[in-house]
């Protein structure tokens, strides 16, 4: 698992996942980054990996991104222990207990506070780096900069670049332990040691520790032992480091967030539609191959298709849509994310999709329903047609995507598997009325149920085959 991008090593993560995305996540970490030693438990997934720490933060199927400073087996308590009577066990000692597991190994807190730091500076550099290249393809926009400012700024930038390299370089290596740290000799030509760090904990208890012990408790024992114990500086509003601390029946995980916003913000989108992660999960299961065509025939503001494009240089894809807002949102989302050469919008029914049989090789689609997408037409009544439309459309061998809610799962079931039993009572009449059912050539191949916050979705995969 070497990677020419970084020095060779490894360093251990975890990432948060919306409910359903692990197994996207946990895919993708072994895909992109070769990772090694990766497990889950709710909401989460840990892993190693050499890669570059830009490519890290650039996984797709993630809510958030830490450097793992411990996990291990979670702390539980005796049964019957509470704040104001416990049976087996003090208090005390089981507060002991827990600052024990908490802060026992601080030479741990120490060196991953040496890693945090190293990783920060790699991805500032990285930032440093786009944002130049940004700039020359810009050219027009330096040119008419006057030439003495840009040469000041070039020089205030070199300089940034040389404090951070000068400050990894004493920052060594994740063997670091709390006495290093803090108490680096300047060298000849050396910069001075760094001053204490600040820091703010963030606790997340829940399960039967937080029957004896609440978040904020959890916190301010944490807070209170890395003052002492390694000097660090709390600041509740502006504090270089957040540290993370998530105890659960399930797992007992400490880390650092490497990126202040999550890696499911995207910066390449204007307006957000469906959630990115979803999104992203949705033209994965879409077997898109160089040269394919991808249709979504109700594409909003473009996210399915733009995070496909994100992924796959050379497929070409079209967005549908009947409304004309969401058509402009989507126009300006393409051309923000610079993919106009790639990616065509037209307005157009759903039931009516302007292209010949056969002719596309994935179809994804999220179809409208909860309280942000909701629309007056009628979905359940027009599944039939709107699938006839995706299924004649796909070439044989291409691939159907669909997010709909567990009650157009149902029906959609009863549609297309002739095994299931038919739609439920009330459901008939609106199936009866309707044209015939598509033709029976869509097979089934998964169905995962993902979070969309609020509410839950199904993700269907379906691929058209030769009947
Ligand atoms: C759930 S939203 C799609 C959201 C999209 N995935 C995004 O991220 O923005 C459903 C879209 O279907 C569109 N729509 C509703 N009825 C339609 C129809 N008959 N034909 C085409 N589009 C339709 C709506 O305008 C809406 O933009």
């Known amino acids: 698992m070497s990677d020419p991008d970084t020095g060779g090593s490894v360093v251990r993560y975890y990432c948060t996942a919306g409910n359903g995305m692990e197994r996207f996540l946990i895919g993708e970490v072994k895909e992109k980054l070769a990772a090694e030693d990766v497990c889950q438990t709710a909401g989460k997934v840990l892993f190693s990996s050499s890669a570059a720490i830009h490519r890290v933060s650039a996984l797709k199927a993630a809510e958030r991104l830490f450097l793992l400073l411990r996990s291990d087996a979670p702390l539980r308590l005796p049964p019957h222990s509470g704040p104001v009577c416990v049976v087996f066990m003090s208090v005390a000692n089981a507060a002991a207990l827990l600052r024990s597991r908490l802060l026992g190994d601080v030479s741990q807190w120490a060196g991953a506070a ?166 992203w999960a949705m033209a994965s299961l879409a077997q898109i191959q160089p040269g394919s065509c991808v249709v979504d025939p109700m594409c909003g503001v473009g996210t399915i298709l ?99 809610s567990p009650q157009l799962s149902c029906l959609l079931k009863a549609l297309l598997n002739p095994a299931v039993p038919g739609p439920a009572p009330g459901q008939e009449a609106e199936l009866q009325r309707e044209p015939p059912p598509p033709r029976r050539s869509l097979e089934h191949r998964e169905t995962l149920r993902v979070s969309l916050g609020a509410i839950d979705g199904l993700i269907h995969k379906y691929v058209k085959t030769d009947i």
């Open 114 to 279: 040496v890693t945090w730091r190293r990783l920060q500076g790699e991805l500032a550099t990285r930032r440093t780096e786009e944002g130049r290249r940004g700039e020359r393809e810009r050219g027009d926009e330096e040119s008419s900069e006057a030439p003495t400012l840009k040469r000041e700024r070039d020089e205030e930038e070199e300089k940034e670049s040389e404090r951070k390299r000068r400050c990894e370089e004493d920052d060594g290596g994740e063997e670091a332990s709390a006495e290093n740290m803090h108490h680096v000799k300047p060298s000849a030509g050396a910069l001075p040691p760094e001053p204490a760090l600040s820091f703010r904990v963030s606790c997340k208890c829940t399960g039967s520790l937080s029957r004896c012990f609440g978040s904020q408790e959890v916190s301010r024992l944490v807070g209170g032992g890395l003052s002492r114990l390694l000097g660090w500086r709390a600041d509740l509003k502006n504090p270089q480091l957040d540290v993370n601390v998530s105890l659960s029946n399930d797992h007992f995980l400490l880390g650092f967030p490497l990126t202040r916003l999550p890696l499911a913000n995207r910066s390449y989108m204007k307006t957000t539609g469906l959630r990115s992660t979803v999104a």
């Open 306 to 404: 733009i995070e496909a494009a994100q992924e796959h240089e050379a497929a070409c894809f079209l967005g549908l849509d009947l409304d004309d807002g969401q058509l402009q949102r989507a126009n300006e989302n393409v051309e923000f994310a610079e993919l106009g050469d790639r990616m065509q919008l037209l307005k157009a029914s759903c039931m009516r999709l302007p292209l010949s049989s056969g002719s596309v090789d994935a179809v994804v689609c999220d179809l409208p329903f909860g309280r942000k997408f909701g629309t007056k037409t009628n979905m359940a009544a027009n599944l039939p047609l709107i699938l006839t439309e995706m299924e004649r459309v796909l070439r044989v061998g291409g691939t159907l995507v669909l997010l709909l």
